[in-house]
Nanobody
Framework: QVQLVESGGGLVQAGGSLRLSCAAS????????VAWFRQNPGKEREFVAS????????EYVDSVKGRFTISRDNAKNMVYLQMNSLKPEDTAVYYC????????????????????WGQGTQVTVSS
């Protein structure tokens, strides 16, 4: 089982940057794909980016391509989301998540394909 804890959210002006961190427990974390999602009240959880177990970014949602970068450090059991050129529409609670088993790649970013979730970190971008 994997436990995830996000951090790094906050309030930033449009055009600014934040780096989110996802800290994981478990000796097998390095064998899992990890994704970032975001959600606003009353809206569906939206896929943002994913990375495979070896550190290769897999997918980005079109709206963040060129602005966000996902990365990981398996030695530290950490996954990061570097967010640059932030826009007010990036405001959301951001979650990291992993699928139910190791070496399992999820295509398409469906939240139902992910089993382990953190508690989320709030990102607010002011205009």
């Amino acid at each position: 089982q994997v436990q995830l804890v996000e951090s790094g959210g906050g309030l930033v002006q449009a055009g600014g940057s934040l780096r989110l961190s996802c800290a994981a427990s478990g000796r097998t974390f390095s064998r899992y794909c990890v994704a970032w999602f975001r959600q606003n009240p009353g809206k569906e959880r939206e896929f943002v980016a994913s990375i495979d177990w070896s550190g290769v970014p897999r997918e980005y949602v079109d709206s963040v391509k060129g602005r966000f970068t996902i990365s990981r450090d398996n030695a530290k059991n950490m996954v990061y989301l570097q967010m640059n050129s932030l826009k007010p529409e990036d405001t959301a609670v951001y979650y990291c998540a992993t699928p139910p088993r190791t070496y399992y790649v999820v295509y398409g970013g469906a939240p139902s394909e992910y089993s382990y979730w953190g508690q989320g970190t709030q990102v607010t971008v002011s205009s």
